[in-house]
């Protein structure tokens, strides 16, 4: 298995941008599908991106796509989710979760996902 740890969030206004970072200790990082969740307050535990172990595909949730790109660096066991355009609606915590093998539909299940990270909170003020 693998350990997780996120960093990147923060305070940003409407139409900003923030990088939220996942680093991952492990040898076998490369062969783990990568996901980023997110919950808001009295909400469950949503996907945003995720990302195959071979980099592809990747996968996002409608609300996100053409804003959020989810990217995986193997040679430093990290992989980054880049947020432009944010919205007061994108608040919440943000957690990286690992997933051995290939994800294809069950991508956006918690279930799926065999470690997480403590989270990072995202917080975008209108």
């Known amino acids: 298995q693998v350990q997780l740890v996120e960093s990147g969030g923060g305070l940003v206004q409407a139409g900003g941008s923030l990088r939220l970072s996942c680093a991952a200790s492990?040898?076998?990082?490369?062969?783990?599908?990568m996901g980023w969740f997110r919950q808001a307050p009295g909400k469950e535990r949503e996907v945003v991106a995720a990302i195959d172990w071979s980099d592809v595909p990747r996968y996002y949730v409608d609300s996100v796509s053409g804003r959020f790109t989810i990217s995986k660096d193997d040679a430093k066991n990290t992989v980054l989710l880049q947020m432009n355009s944010l919205k007061p609606e994108d608040t919440a915590v943000y957690y990286c979760?690992?997933?051995?093998?290939?994800?294809?539909?069950?991508?956006?299940?918690?279930?799926?996902?065999?470690?997480w990270g403590q989270g990072t909170q995202v917080t975008v003020s209108s």
């Open positions: 979760a690992a997933a051995a093998g290939r994800l294809y539909s069950s991508y956006a299940l918690p279930s799926r996902y065999d470690c």
């Open positions: 492990g040898r076998t990082f490369s062969t783990y599908a």
